[in-house]
Every structure is written in structure tokens, then in C-alpha cells.
């Protein structure tokens, strides 16, 4: 049974930084893709970044050059370093993994930017 797991949320001021982790269970995150959606209260959910299998990244315009993803695959974890966060960042972050008939996810994570 795969299980994702997200860690590393929590209360930051503004231009603070914050890393979130995502380690799986039952599956090695090396072999797939893994991501972050997030939702904040009361709007839609919102693709944030991906990591390819081959380590490519992308971002939503809205982090770009401001977070970063990263593998630990001695870890098995996916990590998203987030800096520079604004009060729009805040959210609950939840991490993803395709598979080849379902996409895994984890239960989320609370990210509050906030002074």
C-alpha cells in the first residue's frame, strides 16, 4: 500500500522560508514523477510544482524562483524549499505521485505565512 506523507509546515512571517518534505511508503519516488498542489480557504486547488523521474522541474508562475524542489532519494522523500513567502502562500500543500492507474496523495500539510 503506497502512503505519502508531507511534513515541515507551519507559521512563518513574511519572507520567511519554510521546507516541506514528502516521503513515501510502498513506492520508490525515484521511479515516478512527484508534485505539489495546494489549496487555500475558500479557492481552488492550485498545481504548485512537479518533479520529473529524469529530475526536470517546473513551477507555477506564481512560485517561480522562489521555491525549489529536490529528491532525497537516500530518503525516499521529495522536498519543496519555499522562500520568500507571502501571505498569499498560505495553504494547505499536499503532495502528489501518478501511478499508471491512480495518482497517490498525501493528507496535507498547513502552510501559514502571517506576521
Known amino acids: 500500500q503506497v502512503q505519502l506523507v508531507e511534513s515541515g509546515g507551519g507559521l512563518v512571517q513574511p519572507g520567511g522560508s519554510l521546507r516541506l518534505s514528502c516521503t513515501a511508503s510502498?513506492?520508490?519516488?525515484?521511479?515516478?514523477?512527484v508534485g505539489w498542489y495546494r489549496q487555500a480557504p475558500e479557492k481552488q486547488r492550485e498545481w504548485v510544482a512537479t518533479i520529473t523521474r529524469s529530475e526536470s522541474t517546473m513551477y507555477a508562475d506564481s512560485v517561480k524562483g522562489r521555491f525549489t524542489m529536490s529528491r532525497d532519494n537516500t530518503k525516499n522523500t521529495v522536498n519543496l524549499q519555499m522562500t520568500s513567502l507571502k501571505p498569499e502562500d498560505t495553504a494547505v500543500y499536499y503532495c502528489?505521485?501518478?501511478?499508471?492507474?491512480?495518482?497517490?496523495w498525501g493528507q496535507g500539510t498547513q502552510v501559514t505565512v502571517s506576521s
Open positions: 502528489y505521485s501518478p501511478g499508471s492507474t491512480t495518482t497517490y
Open positions: 510502498g513506492r520508490n519516488l525515484s521511479f515516478y514523477a
